[in-house]
């Protein structure tokens, strides 16, 4: 759209010299206006932080562009990593993924920069022999960073060897500490900033690997994490005490941080399963309380990992756990929410992957009663993962 614009002002102007010059000239004059007439713009700035960024948004441009600037309290976005809905195994691309950012303010899609190609990420998604299911992509959100974990690669071994981590703030990604074991089809979750790994195989089963955890600290400030022109980093993975069995490799999981603790089900689904939670504090684990793994019918995510929040997948219903009573209680039902894949909590919302994945339902759990609405995916593309993230910058909005 923007080069589309720019192309359009470009051939009505280039006859014209004196027109080309008003337009530069006013749009100089646009750029230096105050935000409020008689205001200095630190002052105006502090009185806006106030206003709904959706209002601001509406009113004019140089409001509409202080809500994206790296000065402004960044509001919440949607992240999502994407892959074609065409199920073709022969196409090149079949395999790919892309990385998308939803604005809520804007309702507009756009494209995250692509991770770095050195060392190219090789990963499958789909395969002949899982013709029923698409492999596993673990990616987790942490200290307001979208971070892919863990994938299997075209020789059905770990993908990655380290993380990828995507900065909204910068705008670029950036590689974490090399993992001391490469790991798919793992427990992966964060909790106070904390990135943990759990279980999960190799390119086949190892005791060891089903048992291990490990965490890499991003709150660490006395480390920065390598960039894409210089991999070294002092960041590290720390072991930590191992679970007591191999019982939790048999999916892709997501470990949910809640309270300082890690709550994880050993399968996906509506079956029978078998909890446990970890203390990050004293590096225990316990059983599961019988009431929350009762009621883990679905996915599950926590609300700034204080409040956790479930979608049985096969009845639709959002229910919110009761730590004091061990109980799942009841918020809402629709017919959207059956076959829920993968939720996102943050700011007062849930987010959804539904059955078909290209639709995105959201819940504002704060109204009542709860407000629902559903986002489209890009066309041709469906959802594998989402995350809610701070906005990217956007100066040229």
Known sequence: MASSIQTSVTDTTTKNPTKRRKLITDGHRHLEQPLIPGLPNDIAQLCLSLVHPSTLYSVCHSWRGLIYSPSSPPFLSLYAVLSSTNTNHNLPDNNSIQFFNFDPISSRWDSLPPPPPDPPLHLILRHPSFISRDLPIQTISASHRLILLAATSHSFSPALSRPLVFNPFSGSWAFGPPLATPRRW????????????????????????????????????????????????????????????????????????????????????????????????????????????????????????????????????????????????????????????????????????????????????????????????????????????????????
Request: proline share 4%.
């Open 186 to 397: 793992c427990a992966a979750g964060s909790a106070h900033g904390t990135v943990y790994v759990a279980s999960g195989i190799r390119s086949q089963y190892n005791t060891d690997v089903a048992k291990s955890l490990e965490k890499w600290d991003l709150q660490n400030k006395e480390a920065m994490i390598s960039n894409i022109l210089n991999k070294t980093t002092t960041w590290k993975w720390v072991k930590l005490k191992e679970l007591k069995n191999g019982r939790f490799s048999r999916d892709a999981i997501d470990a949910v941080g809640w309270r300082g603790k890690l709550c994880m089900v050993n399968m996906k689904g509506d079956a029978a399963k078998e909890g446990i939670v970890y203390d990050t504090e004293k590096d225990t684990w316990a059983d599961m309380p019988e009431g929350m793994v009762a009621g883990w019918r679905g996915p599950v995510a926590a609300m700034d990992e204080e409040v956790m929040y479930v979608v049985d997948e096969a009845k639709g219903v959002l229910r919110k756990y009761d730590p004091e009573r061990d109980c799942w209680e009841h918020i809402m039902e629709s017919e959207r929410l059956i076959g829920a894949q993968q939720i996102a909590a943050g700011g007062g919302r849930v987010c959804v992957i539904c059955g078909g994945s290209t639709d995105l339902v959201v819940l504002d759990v704060v109204a009542l009663p709860v407000r629902l609405w559903v986002v489209e995916t890009p066309p041709g593309f469906k959802a594998f993962r989402i995350h809610i993230l701070p906005r990217i910058s956007r100066p040229d909005n």
